[in-house]
């Protein structure tokens, strides 16, 4: 059985980059049968998608993030990475790693999730 | 960018009861790209539903999705004590893929 696991520092400054990294157990990304996607949540507020990508390196973002993320695959560490730039309060979330089968990219095996704060 | 309007916002509901959650797109959503997720606190979301109508594995068949277009719905037809959770549709079609706000789905 699948699992993702996120990681990666839980508290930044604001103006800091964010990165948090999934690693892969069960199954291996270079198959590439499946897309990688990184998705946030707020403190009570909904789901955001945040982007995704293919264990071939290809990338869909949020334009909503203004081209601060970056989203890249390590298929020998079976890992896939998020990075955020330039991050204020607004970034402050649960950040959940997931991946869906191709080619429909339904999520459907998620990570736990992981807090980041982002405060001065 | 596709908007995902999800009503009600809050369903009060008892055990044995049935439920009707609807998501409403802003525009034409294909039906293959329309999925259902269930959200329990401290938990992952998990998938119920996807392509409108498909139940995913393990998904109890209490569970069911319809519509089509830019109207859908999820069913529950007798809710169980495990069912009281967050539920949010997503339609992965169209980038950015979007999830609606969610419909809080508690006990009464």
């Known amino acids: 059985q699948v699992q993702l696991q996120e990681s990666g520092p839980g508290l930044l400054k604001p103006s800091q980059t964010l990165s948090l990294t999934c690693t892969v157990s069960?199954?291996?990304?270079?198959?590439?049968?499946?897309?990688y996607n990184w998705i946030r949540q707020p403190a009570g507020k909904g789901l955001e998608w945040i982007g995704r990508?293919?264990?071939?390196?290809?990338?869909i973002y949020n334009p909503s993030l203004s081209g601060r993320v970056t989203i890249s695959v390590d298929t020998s560490k079976n890992q896939f990475s998020l990075r955020l730039t330039s991050v204020t309060a607004a970034d402050t979330a649960d950040y959940y790693c997931?991946?869906?089968?191709?080619?429909?990219?339904?999520?459907?095996?998620w990570g736990q999730g992981a807090l980041v704060t982002v405060s001065s | 960018e596709i908007v995902l309007t999800q009503s009600p916002v809050t369903l009060s509901l008892s055990p044995g009861e049935r439920a009707t959650l609807s998501c409403r797109a802003s525009?034409?959503?294909?039906?293959?790209?329309l999925g259902w997720y269930q959200h329990k606190p401290g938990q992952a979301p998990r998938l119920l539903i996807h392509?409108?109508?498909n139940r995913a594995p393990g998904t109890p068949d209490r569970f069911s999705g319809s519509g089509s277009g830019t109207d859908f719905t999820l069913t529950i037809s007798s809710l169980e004590p495990e069912d009281f959770a967050v539920y949010y549709c997503?339609?992965?079609?169209?980038?950015?893929?979007?999830f609606g706000q969610g419909t809080k789905l508690e006990i009464k």
């Open positions: 997931a991946r869906g089968p191709k080619p429909l990219g339904v999520i459907l095996d």
């Open positions: 069960g199954d291996s990304l270079s198959g590439d049968t499946y897309l």
């Open positions: 990508i293919s264990a071939s390196g290809f990338t």
């Open positions: 525009q034409t959503v294909s039906s293959t790209y």
């Open positions: 392509g409108a109508s």
């Open positions: 997503q339609q992965y079609g169209s980038s950015p893929y979007t």
